[in-house]
């Protein structure tokens, strides 16, 4: 019998320091969350390979 995904949910990260720059383009991730665990959105620090370093990344809706 296969395990349910249950309160897990795919969120989307972006960059915050992206749009300031006013290079072409968008860094974004794909990563999951428990729901029931963080209801409120998350942010990560993730490498930009556009601007070559690592920033903030939030989730967005």
């Not at 395990?3 to 990260?13: A, C, Y």
């Not at 072409?24 to 390979?49: Q, V």
Request: proline residues 5%; contains cysteine.
């Amino acid at each position: 019998m296969a395990k349910k995904k249950g309160n897990r949910v795919q969120v989307i990260l972006e960059c915050t320091e992206h749009k300031e720059s006013g290079k072409p383009g968008t860094s974004r991730y794909i990563t999951t969350k428990n729901k029931k665990n963080t209801p409120d959105r998350i942010s990560l620090k993730k490498f930009n390979p556009i601007l070559k370093k690592v920033t903030v990344h939030k989730e967005i809706k």
